[in-house]
């Protein structure tokens, strides 16, 4: 069945290309992209169309950091640098995930929530509970939200209230992997919370599992001084804090490691030289007094940056809040350091949030041909009427004052949710 999407059409193409499209027409064949026209073809205008009249049509975000059991708390205790901070709310709200009708209400309102927001690709850590865990993926695979989600991996360094022996991890991480066949939208991805978190014998035991089966990892880079001073105490043999996760197998291009606040030229040499990617949380990295990362400066050195709202240390599940945060930390840094390059583009920030993304999970750049559809429909008309403004400069103006009630239509997989 051939269907179409009319408005002004905007793809991240690379880091520094928007793909812009005036008054044109997304083309779908069964769900799927056939391709973008400026007027229908002969040979499809029988499309069924469906006009959005001025209004933007974009690629739908990809949130790839971010924590499925904090979302509850998300906007408290701000006053907390980030051990504090795990210790004081992060903690003890995840363990009550421990309960499976406690996580089924409130997962279920999350992965509603992320559609609202018009996030439809994910790669998110759970608690430490399997089953949870497996509840989250149900949820977030009935709202339409795609991509991966990690049981969590601790065995040390936790309350004990949420920690588990090296063996329980093993096994039940052997467990949720076996359970997890049965999902098509949402995948598995190992996660180790952070290397102070996971004994040697855990780590070692991930990186072998990954190996096996060729899984993807996701975990934490330094973020925080506070933590890359445990990590040297915890690995005395590990020169730099990426070299743990590198000794036990877990630091290649199937890796995402989230905030990377101070890795210096040698540590993001590394990254790019394995094609791990990094991931930039603007907004935890200043909620939890971390820092402010390099972006512009990975950027330029080739690395695939992908873009995190990090809820719960991160106050906002909206990526477009998310990218404006981006933009304003970059300009921060550059501030700080007297360098106007230190600021990222529009293009940039749009790409970390979507075609970033979309290339860790495997799909092509912007609304790649042959793909099932993956876009929002955002109304920006009701801002006032600029002459001559470009299409550009509609989309960062909508980045720093649209929210989700702006966005008309969400679509995932090629079917639309909202």
Known sequence: MLTALKGNILEALSPDTLGIHPNSYLVLEDGRVAGIYPVLPDNITEAQV??????LILQSFADMHLHGPQYEFMGTGMDRPLLQWLDTYAFPTEARYANIDYAREKYRILAHDLIQNGTT???MFSSLHTDATLILMEELEKAGVT?????VNMDRNAPPYLCETTEESERETLRWLEKCKRFTLVKP???????PSCSPELLSFLGKLKEER???VQSHLSENTGEIALVAQLFPDCRQYWEVYDKYGLFDSKTLMAHCVHSDRRERAAMRMRGVHPVHCASSNNSLMSGISPVA???????????GSDVSGGTTLSMLHTMANSINASKDRGSMKQDVSQAISIEQAYYMATGAGQAFLGHGIGFQAGEPLHAIVLDDTG???LPNITL???LLRAVYRLDDRHIRAVYSEGVRRL
């Open 297 to 307: 400066d990975m950027l330029r050195e080739g690395q695939a940056v992908c873009l």
């Open 121 to 123: 690709r994910v790669c």
């Open 392 to 394: 550009r400069e509609r």
């Open 147 to 151: 991509g991966y989600v990690g049981k």
């Open 189 to 195: 991805i190992l996660t180790p919370r952070f290397a």
């Open 214 to 216: 060729d899984l993807p």
């Open 50 to 55: 469906e006009d959005f009249g001025d209004a």
């Open 383 to 385: 801002l006032p009427k």
